[in-house]
Antibody
Framework: QEQLVESGGGVVQPGRSLRLSCAAS????????MHWVRQAPGKGLEWVAV????????YYGDSVKGRFTISRDNSKNTLFLQMNSLRDEDTAIYYC?????????????WGQGTLVTVSS | SYVLTQPPSVSVAPGQTATITCGGD??????VHWYHQRPGQAPVLVVF???DRPPGIPERFSGSNSGNTATLTISWVEAGDEADYYC???????????FGGGTKLTVL
């Protein structure tokens, strides 16, 4: 059974860093691009980043470009999001999601999310 | 930045048909995907590539896309369909995924 489990969320002060992880199981991890998507409290979905199935390409949303870094370890079936220079507006639930194919930009399965709260 | 415009809310009685639109500049030239999200839960893909359904999604969910508007249609609406619905595209010219603002479907 397919599963995505995010971890690493918590309360962090503005300007600090946090690293999120997403442990994948139940599918061939290295055959799918992976995404991070966030949702601020009471708001809609905002795409954060994507990484190709082999890690060869990475793209970012405009609001996180230059501050966040997506990466993956295919040997450990794990996706990461390194978040630096955090701001109040980065407060959100962060979801990892599996792409439907190697690279299709269709987010076919989502984890349950991890909450990040940026506050002093 | 590619803007996707959805109505904030749509209301429909059980058994009726719900139509949720997603407007964008020449969106008909892109592949549109739809997700629903029940309160407190993660989003779920319900339609991809304009009109295809993932396994397990009822035939009541259908989609179309032409010109400047993509549409998600839910036939024979049930109480369990009440959720927020989001459209999504990939803009290859910007290497960026865009979501619509979401539509809250209320089943009366």
């Amino acid at each position: 059974q397919e599963q995505l489990v995010e971890s690493g969320g918590g309360v962090v002060q503005p300007g600090r860093s946090l690293r999120l992880s997403c442990a994948a199981s139940g599918f061939t991890f290295n055959s799918h691009a992976m995404h991070w998507v966030r949702q601020a409290p009471g708001k809609g979905l905002e795409w954060v980043a994507v990484i190709w199935y082999d890690g060869s390409n990475k793209y970012y949303g405009d609001s996180v470009k230059g501050r966040f870094t997506i990466s993956r370890d295919n040997s450990k079936n794990t996706l990461f999001l390194q978040m630096n220079s955090l701001r109040d507006e980065d407060t959100a639930i962060y979801y990892c999601a599996r792409d439907r194919e190697r690279i299709s930009m269709i987010l076919s399965y989502w984890g349950q999310g991890t909450l990040v709260t940026v506050s002093s | 930045s590619y803007v996707l415009t959805q109505p904030p809310s749509v209301s429909v009685a059980p058994g009726q048909t719900a139509t949720i639109t997603c407007g964008g500049d020449n969106i008909g030239g892109k592949n549109v995907h739809w997700y629903h999200q029940r309160p407190g839960q993660a989003p779920v893909l319900v339609v991809f590539d304009d009109s295809d359904r993932p396994p397990g999604i009822p035939e009541r969910f259908s989609g179309s896309n032409s010109g400047n508007t993509a549409t998600l249609t839910i036939s024979w609406v049930e109480a369990g369909d009440e959720a927020d619905y989001y459209c999504q595209v990939w803009d290859s010219s910007a290497d960026h995924v865009f979501f619509g603002g979401g539509t809250k479907l209320t089943v009366l």
